[in-house]
Nanobody, 121 residues
């Protein structure tokens, strides 16, 4: 079992920045697996924002590319999402996820409880 706890959400004006954190505990192994961030806007389905494979390979949703950066501190078992140039369309609940592979991320594995990000215009 893996437990994921997000933090760092909040309210910010458009153009601002936020950094989300996700601390993992339990049966974690930095030599395998995939972690990532999803978000769900009001009235919309949950969507993937960014993914990070254990070997450091990253992928991003087109809407956040060049604005968001996913990273991980393996020593602290903590995943980060640095968000810059935030737009009102980035508003939503952000979830941390972990799975055995990036293909499985979001359909199986583990989820955090979510943290709210609100971007005002």
């Amino acid at each position: 079992q893996v437990q994921l706890v997000e933090s760092g959400g909040g309210s910010v004006q458009a153009g601002g920045s936020l950094r989300l954190s996700c601390e993992a505990s339990g049966s974690t192994d930095n030599r395998r697996g995939c972690m990532g961030w999803f978000r769900q806007a009001p009235g919309k389905e949950r969507e993937v924002v960014a993914r990070l494979l254990f070997d450091g390979t990253t992928s991003y949703a087109r809407s956040v590319m060049d604005r968001f950066t996913i990273s991980k501190d393996n020593a602290k078992n903590t995943l980060f999402l640095q968000m810059s140039s935030l737009e009102p369309e980035d508003t939503g609940v952000y979830y941390c996820a972990a799975a055995g592979s990036c293909v499985a991320l979001g359909t199986s594995g583990y989820w955090g409880q979510g943290t709210q990000v609100t971007v005002s215009s």
